[in-house]
């Protein structure tokens, strides 16, 4: 009875920033693991960041490094991505996941939000 539901996606030019949420319910107390993956057309999903506030990690792709920050609301339910320093090749369809292991996989999903940037 796990839902995800993410917002925040839209277009953007490069350099500039959006902010995805991700309103979860459902989840148990265990389900630790937050994160967020993409999709761009063509290629396989990929983890982008993802946060276990209890083990006190917090991992991002390298392609992300520096850009993008992972963040959960006090209540738990809630999960941001702030994306800065946006490039084209973050153009992707970002679906919020729970229950992670790292970037490599979810048990959970949301359906997803289109993040476009333009050059």
Known sequence: QVQLV???GGSVQAGGSLRLS???SGLGYS???MGWFRQAP???REGVAAMNP???VTVYADSVKGR?????GNAK???YLQMNSLKPEDTAMYYCA???LSLREATYWGQGTQVTVSS
């Open 6 to 8: 993410e917002s925040g």
């Open 22 to 24: 991700c309103a979860a």
């Open 31 to 33: 389900s630790n693991c």
């Open 42 to 44: 063509g290629k396989e």
């Open 54 to 56: 209890e083990a006190g």
């Open 68 to 72: 993008f920050t992972i963040s959960r």
């Open 77 to 79: 339910n809630t999960v």
């Open 98 to 100: 729970a229950d992670c």
